[in-house]
């Protein structure tokens, strides 16, 4: 089993920048990746980014890449998702995700969810 705590969220300003943290508990993530998604009002969740654990690869979505970073810190079982020109259209609900085995950009392959935490970005 893995436990997830998503932390970071808030509001921000338009062209700000807040980075989220997913604390993972139970076990160490290697051979395990970890994503992010996010769900916006009446909207289905949506993959963001996500990373291979132990090689730190990588993988975003389009209207992410360049704005967004996801890393991982071993020695803590964190990871990190650093959101920079923050735009209104991201406002969400941000969720971390693990699964065991290679990154996935859909939420069926992953088995474990944390809480989500919100950001909202003003105009």
């Known amino acids: 089993q893995v436990q997830l705590v998503e932390s970071g969220g808030g509001l921000v300003q338009a062209g700000g920048s807040l980075r989220l943290s997913c604390a993972a508990s139970?076990?160490?993530?290697?051979?395990?990746?970890m994503g992010w998604f996010r769900q916006a009002p009446g909207k289905e969740r949506a993959f963001v980014a996500a990373i291979n654990w132990s090689v730190g690869s990588t993988f975003y979505t389009n209207s992410v890449k360049g704005r967004f970073t996801i890393s991982r810190d071993n020695a803590k079982n964190t990871a990190y998702l650093q959101m920079n020109s923050l735009k209104p259209e991201d406002t969400a609900v941000y969720y971390c995700?693990?699964?065991?085995?290679?990154?996935?950009?859909?939420?069926?392959?992953?088995?474990?969810w944390g809480q989500g935490t919100q950001v909202t970005v003003s105009s």
């Open positions: 139970g076990r160490t993530l290697m051979n395990y990746a």
């Open positions: 995700a693990a699964r065991s085995g290679f990154l996935a950009t859909t939420t069926d392959y992953y088995d474990y």
